[in-house]
């Protein structure tokens, strides 16, 4: 197998300026796309305030709503029985 010569580089002049021109390309577009995620995390913040008051308005009709979807898909809750003569039957402790 033949062994040929390393290939010699040479930074030009030119190549430089490329580099500088895509590098400020990247830059802006980053700051670009930074900006348009601080604005979107603004308008997510304000979506969740409004969220939380939301379900701060649905917590006072909490029952009635709860009541309404048992109502809708025919759900009888029955009154579970409690206390430990329930579970042991006659014994007492």
Known sequence: M???KPTRL?????????FESIRKDLESRKKQREEAEAAAAGEEAAAAAAAAAAA?????DHKSREQMINDRIGYK???KAGGRAAHFGTFEF
């Not at 040479?10 to 490329?18: A, F």
């Open 10 to 18: 040479e930074l030009k002049l030119d190549d430089i300026e490329e």
């Open 56 to 60: 701060m308005a649905l917590g006072t």
């Open 77 to 79: 809750p029955q009154p």
């Open 2 to 4: 033949l062994r040929r």
